[in-house]
């Protein structure tokens, strides 16, 4: 199975968005696992991990993650307006399109 993995500040303010692509996720049938963690938890939770979101208010730090982590998966961030937005089904369409399973 995929996994999705979120990482914010305090990994607090990914809870919502975490929810709401696993309901888009519920709704098109599409099996995959989606968690959120802080970025000080990160390495407890990067097993396994198909893709790597980070939240727009730490986007600085993905050249750190990408020199930590190589290209085991893809590191990428978050639109702004749907973090803002906590639009789960456009940040769970963007993260199907990165494992080019859309």
């Known amino acids: 199975m995929k996994k999705i993995l979120l ?5 607090m303010s990914t809870s919502l ?4 692509m696993q309901k888009a996720a519920k709704e ?8 959120a963690t802080s970025g000080e938890s990160l390495d407890k939770e990067i097993e396994n991990v198909s893709v ?3 939240g727009p208010q730490i986007r600085f730090k993905k050249d750190e993650f990408k020199k930590k ?4 998966f893809p590191i990428e961030v978050i ?8 639009n789960g089904e456009k940040v769970l369409e ?5 494992m080019g399973e859309k």
């Open 7 to 11: 990482v914010c500040g305090a990994g």
């Open 17 to 20: 968005l975490v929810t709401k």
């Open 28 to 35: 098109r049938g599409v099996e995959v696992e989606i968690t």
């Open 52 to 54: 790597l979101l980070l």
């Open 69 to 72: 982590y190589g290209d085991r």
């Open 79 to 86: 639109d702004t307006m749907d973090y803002g937005m906590m």
């Open 94 to 98: 963007f993260a199907l399109k990165i």
